[in-house]
């Protein structure tokens, strides 16, 4: 009976010390902020350029994120995004040439190439709770997010500063407890049409959206985890 008992109380004690341990491990698995970057691609849509992946150009992005929760999340993200285009900016009439303010008898042909530099304010939207450790919480390690929010572009072409409203998609992937990998797309809803340095070709007046330049970016984003949530939760002192 002595016997017995003395291998219950072992049993025991290991049977706490790996609760114990997996609790640790969660807790330390669970952050409150990510900081990262990332590298992709760029294109711009506009008088120049009607094809949403034509004329790719390299971008890059920094960004910070902070949890609500495993399903809201707030992001600040900066990006440098290249942009190029060339072409006619049109073909169904004689159009008025931007430089001398004539008529043209030919169709004008335009080029440009330059880089937009940006600053966004996002809220990102996890369709599952996002998290490392599934548990009876249910956290899964992949997940997809909707992301909205606005920002200022300043364009390099027209040295112009203006506001945009990025709206997109992408997925998530936990590596690890403090390494996460991202696809992130998004696209820049301009409030300017000189993004290209040219300005209503066609003479027709920009209201709201209409003939405004616009922009998307395609990352792939590596972050790291800091800012553990309550640390001691479920810690002996």
Known sequence: MILKGRVLLVMGILLATLTCHRIYAQDDAEFRMEIGGG??????????????????KVAATALWR???????????????????????????????DVNSGTVSTSPYIYNFSGSLIDLNCMYELNFWPYGYYGGYMGYKRLTPFLQFGIGGTYATASKKLTANIPVGFGVK????????????????FSLSDKLDNLPDPQGITSEAFKNKDSYCTTMITLTYSFAPICPTCNKAD
């Open 173 to 188: 992937y936990r590596l690890g407890k403090r390494v996460n990998l991202a696809f992130d797309w998004a696209m820049h």
């Open 39 to 56: 590298l992709g691609t760029s294109s711009y849509l506009g008088d120049v350029n009607s094809s949403l992946f034509k004329n790719q």
């Open 66 to 96: 902070y949890l609500f929760d495993h399903h809201n999340v707030l992001k600040l993200q900066a990006n440098y995004a290249g942009v190029k285009g060339s072409g006619k900016v049109n073909d169904d009439f004689i159009p008025q």
